[in-house]
């Protein structure tokens, strides 16, 4: 039973870190600010692989895809702004 409550608290960590970067992107924080947020959830993510909560194999969950996500890879937003 702890085994499920150690999951569910790495579940509600990593919707709080995933708030916190949509919130970083609609109070229009810095590019460089948001990528080393995500950077470093990602890190997180990577130290929680093997704990049965998260997809990290065969790139699922990789920085490049996060940072796509999140609207902040190389190329920009692909979505344009709420008019």
């Known amino acids: 039973m702890l085994k499920h409550f150690e999951r569910l608290t790495l579940i509600v960590e990593y919707v709080q870190r995933d708030l916190a970067a949509q919130k970083m992107r609609a109070a229009k ?17 990577s130290d929680h692989a093997n704990d049965g909560v998260f997809l990290i194999k065969g790139h699922r969950l990789n920085l490049e895809r996060a940072y796509k996500r999140y609207g902040v890879d190389e190329k920009g937003p692909t979505t344009k702004p709420a008019a």
Do not use: S, V, Y
């Open 29 to 45: 924080t810095p590019r460089g600010e948001i990528r080393a947020r995500i950077a470093a959830d990602h890190k997180w993510l």
